[in-house]
């Protein structure tokens, strides 16, 4: 199981990127899709999460507005759109999965429930 993370970069405050998660070696539709950030000298903190199906949608109060997490199950794929970036969301950005828990219907923010994480692309805004 593994995934690949991609898309981060350098942007000037107001500007936005778009975040990509590649999921190979499981049934990406097993599992809920979350994504955490974690800035120089900070604990990881949750960002976004979306559900199996893509129905149910979580945002951390620091994002919410600016923010767009989405997936395309049958390109074993999550998004996170980031809109209007602050200097504040410069971290460096992971997308994590638990392919066992495949009971779990609702995004979750709870980094411990995930088990797979990706190696993580960094986002750096100037301002």
């Known amino acids: 199981v593994q995934l690949q993370a991609s898309g981060g970069g350098s942007v000037q405050a107001g500007g936005s990127l778009r975040l990509s998660c590649a999921a190979s070696?499981?049934?990406?539709?097993?599992?809920?899709l979350g994504w955490f950030r974690q800035a120089p000298g900070k604990e990881r903190e949750f960002v976004a999460a979306?559900?199996?199906?893509?129905?149910?949608?979580l945002y951390a109060d620091s994002v919410k507005g600016r923010a767009t997490i989405s997936r395309d199950n049958d390109k074993k794929s999550g998004y996170l759109q980031m809109d209007n970036l602050k200097p504040e969301d410069t971290a460096v950005y992971y997308c994590?999965?638990?392919?066992?828990?495949?009971?779990?219907?609702?995004?979750?923010?709870?980094?411990?429930?995930?088990?797979?994480w990706g190696q993580g692309t960094l986002v750096t805004v100037s301002s």
């Open positions: 979306i559900s199996r199906n893509g129905g149910s949608t």
């Open positions: 070696g499981y049934p990406f539709i097993r599992s809920n």
């Open positions: 994590a999965v638990n392919p066992r828990a495949i009971l779990s219907t609702l995004p979750q923010s709870d980094p411990t429930f995930y088990t797979i």
